[in-house]
């Protein structure tokens, strides 16, 4: 059992996120995110199996207290890490306790670990992501009448025709307009290569590259997007966008696999590869820094998350999927008493939920013309004036 006590900062993980905190609030660039603060996609760390990272303060008299349970690992820098910092931020800011459990990359013991994490009468919410766990909270959370359970980037069936048999009265879900985001993607890809504007760029072909982390609507919704952009900036995604998927039994988990795709992709001519694949994705930093070529981030601002400085100037970009400004909203909400529990949320461009990140990397490495191409394409995915096409 590896547990964390939150507020000690004892582990390596914990002592990253605290890194990045103090780094950002050191940081003499500010980081101008279009779309919202840097927050998911579905993602799964690549680190071993540990079941109880429990708060100490969990406990505490008289705080709402919240149970962040983790169909994997913190530390993949992405999706998991950005949602942990929004609910820790909820301790600070709104009076909260946080207490988390890791299942681990084992699949098998996701159903007995959330089963137990449940049980427990050591929460008032239980927090929950990705599409992994949508059957996990439809089954228990009609078990916990007096609990509240909150779900992202997934959705539960709210009719009461199959899941929840409470009509998931006690849940609160949010699913996020990535093909939004992943649309901007696509134009700034296309952008990028057609004009040759990448520092170094030798590349003809005109190719980029997006690997997934296995082919599920969540992460095609991110393909769909993406080619469509690609192809409004004026790209041909038949042949111009490369896509492979990680699969294997840790499809979010590997990076050496990502690593593997990403060089091969390279070596296809791409001049840019975009991971949506959780931890795996941090293969293809590396793999950007050996073939001197570029990649986008996805989820948080991977141009502050890595830590090897040569992989950080890769990043031409990160695809946000806001988690942690969703849940600290959400708990905001919930302690006003005004979230709307029985129903789904969806949030976009429009609303703050998905973005792109703009700074100084960003700055260096986009033309100013393009830029600003980029950021009409925004106004006009927000107005409506231009619809997205969507997997789902």
């Not at 670990?113 to 949508?134: R, S």
């Not at 708990?331 to 969806?346: E, F, R, S, V």
Request: aromatic content about 8%; glycine content about 12%.
């Amino acid at each position: 059992m590896h547990c964390i006590a939150f507020g000690q900062w004892t582990t390596p993980t914990e002592k990253h996120v605290q890194d990045l905190e103090q780094k950002e609030n050191r940081s003499m660039n500010k980081i101008r995110i279009l779309g919202g603060v840097a927050a998911l996609s579905l993602t799964l760390a690549a680190c071993g199996a540990s079941t109880d990272t429990d708060s100490a303060r969990s406990g505490d008299s008289g705080k709402p207290r919240i149970k962040f349970v983790i169909n994997g690992n913190l530390g993949d820098r992405s999706f998991f890490d950005s949602a942990y910092a929004g609910l820790k931020k909820t301790e600070k800011d709104l009076g909260y306790s946080l207490k988390v459990v890791e299942l681990g990359s084992d699949r098998t013991k996701w159903a007995s670990g959330f089963e137990d994490a449940a049980a427990g009468d050591d929460y008032d919410v239980l927090a929950a992501g990705t599409v992994d766990t949508v059957d996990l909270v439809s089954e228990l959370a009609p078990e916990y009448p007096d609990k509240k359970f909150w779900l992202f980037d997934g959705s539960v069936d709210y009719t009461g025709k199959s899941g929840c048999s409470n009509k998931c009265a006690n849940v609160y879900s949010v699913t996020f307009k990535q093909n939004e985001a992943a649309y901007l993607a696509g134009f700034l890809a296309d952008r990028l290569v057609a004009d040759k504007s990448l520092p170094g760029s030798t590349e003809k072909n005109g190719k980029v590259g997006v690997i997934g982390g296995v082919k599920i609507p969540v992460i095609e919704d991110f393909v769909v997007g993406f080619k469509a952009g690609f192809e409004a900036a004026g790209g041909n995604p038949s042949s111009g966008v490369l896509v492979q998927y990680v699969g294997g039994d840790n499809p979010f988990g590997d990076p050496a696999k990502g690593k593997q795709i990403a060089s091969a992709m390279y070596g296809q001519g791409a001049e840019l590869v975009w991971p949506v694949a959780g931890s795996s994705g941090l293969g293809v930093f590396e793999s950007a820094v050996a073939a001197k070529r570029y990649a986008f981030g996805v989820d948080s601002d991977q141009y502050r998350t890595l830590t090897d400085a040569d992989q950080r100037q890769t990043v031409v970009t990160s695809i946000l999927k806001n988690a942690g400004n969703a849940l600290y909203l959400a708990a905001k909400a919930n302690k006003a008493g005004t979230l709307a529990y029985g129903k789904p949320a969806a949030v976009g461009l429009a609303e703050d939920g998905v973005g792109y990140v703009e700074n100084a990397n960003f700055d260096k490495l986009v033309p100013a013309a393009v830029r600003a191409e980029l950021k009409a394409q925004a106004a006009k995915v927000k107005s409506g004036a231009v619809k997205v096409p969507s997997a789902f």
